[in-house]
């Protein structure tokens, strides 16, 4: 099984400040990797596929990056909308499995 | 519009059995592999099951292989996870997703709870 590790495992940042979060894996998962955005009480909803791909409607501050088994997803000036938990997914083999989340909390 | 809609879920004794239905709109459903996904309260995702668009392939988390069981009805548009000999670490809210790499459409999600 392919273990996803995320960091840091909580980012505080003021709104307008630039966060970057990291996806590593065990072993190498080409750029079969997926970001998610979760809220509370939701659904997770789908932000990049192929590591860099930014899924339908998802803002342009919004960017992903990596290869193989290092993934960033970086989000340039973050808005109130954007505090929330992150989860990175790989899907290079089965079984599928998904980071422990980052949540990015108001500083 | 996508649309998925899980039903099912509730308050089930250690050892019982619940079946998950999800319900589809909006896409061509033959055409499209499936996938349920949960998450225990407080935690994160965890991939449960997927099956292929013909049911020709359906893979499972080790964590419920043996025990739980994805199957879908082309003719209805719906998915559904049957869960027997179920644990209290199988409490968790159950999403169904749309396909088996990256997961774009997602459920509402339902609640099962396992607990004496």
């Known amino acids: 099984e392919i273990v996803m590790t995320q960091s840091p495992a909580t980012l505080s940042v003021s709104p307008g400040e630039r966060a970057t979060l990291s996806c590593r894996a065990s072993q190498s998962v080409s750029t079969n990797l997926a970001w998610y955005q979760q809220q509370p009480g939701q659904a997770p909803r789908l932000l990049f596929y192929g590591a860099s791909t930014r899924a339908t409607d998802i803002p342009a501050r919004f960017s992903g990056g990596g290869s193989g088994t290092d993934f960033t997803l970086t989000i340039s000036s973050l808005q109130s909308e954007d505090f929330a938990v992150y989860y990175c997914q790989q899907y290079n083999n089965w079984p599928r499995t998904f980071g422990q989340g980052t949540k990015v909390e108001i500083k | 519009e996508v649309q998925l809609v899980e039903s099912g879920g509730g308050l089930v004794k250690p050892g019982g059995s619940l079946r998950l239905s999800c319900a589809t709109s909006g896409f061509t459903f033959n055409s499209h592999s499936l996938t349920w996904v949960r998450q225990a309260p407080g935690k994160g995702l965890e991939w449960v099951s997927s099956i292929s668009s013909s049911s020709s392939y359906i893979y499972y988390a080790d964590s419920v292989k043996g025990r739980f069981t994805i199957s879908r009805d082309n003719a209805k548009n719906s998915l559904s996870l049957q869960m027997n000999s179920l644990r209290a670490e199988d409490t968790a809210v159950y999403y169904c997703?749309?396909?088996?790499?990256?997961?774009?459409?997602w459920g509402q999600g339902t609640l099962v709870t396992v607990s004496s």
């Open positions: 997703a749309r396909s088996w790499t990256s997961f774009e459409y």
